[in-house]
């Protein structure tokens, strides 16, 4: 069975921290979960209201919907170690993509 | 008046808080933040939520909270005990929560820079929504320890300070304190909202909580200095007693009232005056209560309306007295005309017993009131809150253009001075003193009219007896001296003569 990832990734406007925070996240994704994912981008500046929802502070956050548990990781996600831990990735990422349970 | 001609006047907003838009001068300055500053217990959120309360209740000016510390549904429940429906605000549009508490249960994980871009949309999405013209941040501390970098939550904050500005809000930060006396805030926060700074306090005095307001700046614009008691009261939220910013404008009447005892009014030149503060001190048992209640009984019959307020004896123990006197305070209750309030001291703070006393003389509407004992009330307080105390009292009292007569009792059975009397002497218009007199192995009474400010009075000490038709004054004590400082001294009537002799020959001179 394949568990499908569910990421949302919050972010304030189309700045060089978002532009960061997309790309280390990209490059994340594609190196350990290839196709097995779904990525939204939301911009809190245009839908305020599912920042209100979700009752996020910080920009950039990213929000790991699915599988659960439900975890937040807050930052442009420089720091692959810590998105690989938030994600429950194994820390290698040169590892096979890990998504079989 | 003295200020920049180039940089227009801040303007005030009335925060409508009961009491503090006195000692603010009108209010906080508006489209500005404003830090509210105070240790764990010092009302902080009460505060941050009744600003944006009284905004809806009285100014029709919608608000937003932005919570950093308890949950929402806390806030809404902890407030309805206020007297605010939060829920039906809410509802009508007219206060919107931003919730930034902690949530419990969830991990978060730091990975590389982050800002608080999504806070301030939030806030400023809230802010449109409902048009607010105010809001409350509460409080600083809490998103200090959310995010562990202090760096920036600071630098974030004070974007969204600017940003309330650009947007013509007014705000309420509230930030804690780890004491009463000491720097104004902890995390620094006061480095960007530095212009306007108030204190609360819920200090340890004598054994006895005292909380106090104390605004700090307001740059640019007028307050009031120093710290003002203030109080929570259910239903009504935090209530400032303004004392220096009481204003002494009491209009003094030349109209004369009669004390209910037609000796002591001769004695008075003509009874007390209308608007004026009597103070009736003597040992315990000297005829306070008597003279407190002659003062309702010649209200009374002249169609007055009384109000009593007795914190020593219970109401059975008070009319049964009166009776005694031939006083019957039950018809003249029946008739509306008198109100008696019996309460012990120890029920409530001074704080409470002042806005309940002044919330009973607004409803009763009384010609005259009097309160029986000051001293007892003392008990319960600092002396510089009961000092406090008794001047709001007085003002207050002055301002209903009505007479109102307090009790003292001193300590000691021969007279002396009471605490109550040193505190509060110089702000009664009148001072009657009662005292016991050793005479030959007999105990008399004794009574004079010590002060009587704007009139002539009678300087005698008179004695005086109580049968069950009330005070009947006498003649003067003619062969003791020393009475009042509670060391009666009899002199040889020879020896008076003498004395009295001495004077008339130099009048007769003249």
């Given at each position: 069975m394949t568990s499908k990832f569910v990421l949302k990734l919050y972010v304030t406007g189309q700045t060089p921290r978002t532009e960061r925070a997309i790309q280390n996240l990209r490059r994340i994704c594609e190196q350990n979960l290839g196709s097995q994912y779904q990525l939204f981008v939301i911009d809190v500046l245009e839908q305020p209201h599912l920042a209100e929802q979700e009752r996020i502070?910080?920009?950039p956050t990213l929000i790991k919907e699915l599988p659960p548990p439900v975890r937040r990781i807050i930052g442009d996600l420089s720091d692959t170690l810590k998105v690989l831990q938030g994600l429950d990735l194994p820390v290698h990422p040169t590892g096979t993509g890990g998504t079989q349970e | 008046m003295t200020q920049n001609p180039r940089q227009p006047a801040i303007e005030k907003l009335p925060t409508g808080i009961n009491g503090f838009d006195l000692i603010a001068n009108g209010g906080i300055p508006a489209g500005r933040t404003t830090l509210v500053s105070g240790t764990a217990g010092s009302a902080k959120t009460v505060f941050a939520a009744q600003f944006l309360a009284e905004g809806i209740r009285k100014y029709g000016e919608p608000g937003v909270f932005v919570t950093f510390e308890e949950p929402p549904s806390d806030i809404r429940r902890n407030m309805e005990s206020l007297g605010w429906d939060i829920p039906t605000w809410e509802s009508e549009g007219r206060w919107a929560f931003v919730d930034a508490s902690p949530q419990p249960g969830e991990e978060v994980l730091f990975a590389g820079n982050y800002d608080l871009g999504a806070l301030l949309a939030r806030i400023e999405n809230a802010v449109r929504r409902i048009g607010a013209k105010r809001l409350s941040m509460d409080s600083l501390g809490a998103i200090f320890t959310q995010f562990a970098d202090s760096a920036v939550v600071r630098r974030e904050l004070f974007r969204v300070v600017s940003a309330l500005k650009r947007m013509g809000v007014t705000a309420i930060m509230t930030g804690e304190r780890t004491q009463e006396y000491g720097d104004i805030a902890r995390y620094g926060v006061e480095e960007f909202v530095a212009d306007n700074v108030i204190i609360l306090r819920n200090a340890l005095e004598d054994e006895k909580r005292r909380r106090t307001i104390e605004i700090l700046k307001f740059r640019g614009t007028s307050h009031q200095k120093g710290e003002f008691p203030f109080t929570i009261m259910s239903g009504e939220g935090m209530v400032v007693i303004p004392l220096s910013a009481i204003e002494l404008k009491q209009r003094s009447s030349d109209i004369r009232i009669t004390s209910g005892n037609p000796e002591l009014d001769r004695m008075c030149g003509g009874g007390f005056f209308r608007d004026s503060i009597i103070l009736v001190s003597g040992a315990t048992g000297t005829g306070k209560t008597l003279m407190t209640t002659e003062f309702m009984a010649g209200g009374v019959n002249r169609g007055e309306r009384c109000l009593l307020f007795a914190f020593e004896e219970s109401r059975e123990q008070l009319f049964r007295n009166a009776t005694g006197w031939g006083v019957d305070f039950e018809q003249m209750e029946r008739d509306g005309l008198l109100r008696v309030v019996c309460e012990y001291p120890?029920?409530?703070g001074l704080e409470d017993h002042l806005i309940d006393m002044k919330k009973l003389i607004q409803e009763f509407r009384p010609n005259r009131v009097a309160v029986d004992s000051l001293s007892a009330l003392e008990r319960v307080s600092t002396i510089r809150g009961f000092r406090e105390f008794v001047i709001s009292l007085t003002s207050f009292i002055k301002h209903q253009e009505i007479a109102g007569l307090f009790t003292a009792t001193t300590p000691s059975l021969m007279g002396g001075e009471s605490v109550t009397e040193t505190h509060i002497s110089t702000l009664t218009d009148s001072i009657i003193l009662l005292r016991y007199v050793e005479m030959f192995g007999e105990m008399r009474r004794g009574l004079t009219v010590l002060k009587m400010r704007g009139s002539m009075h009678d300087k005698d000490i008179r004695e005086f007896t109580i049968d069950n038709r009330g005070m009947h004054i006498g003649r003067p004590f003619r062969q003791v001296t020393g009475i009042l400082s509670g060391n009666p001294i009899h002199i040889a009537p020879g020896e008076i003569d003498r004395m009295n002799q001495l004077f008339n020959d130099e009048s007769e001179q003249t």
């Open positions: 502070l910080a920009t | 120890e029920t409530a």
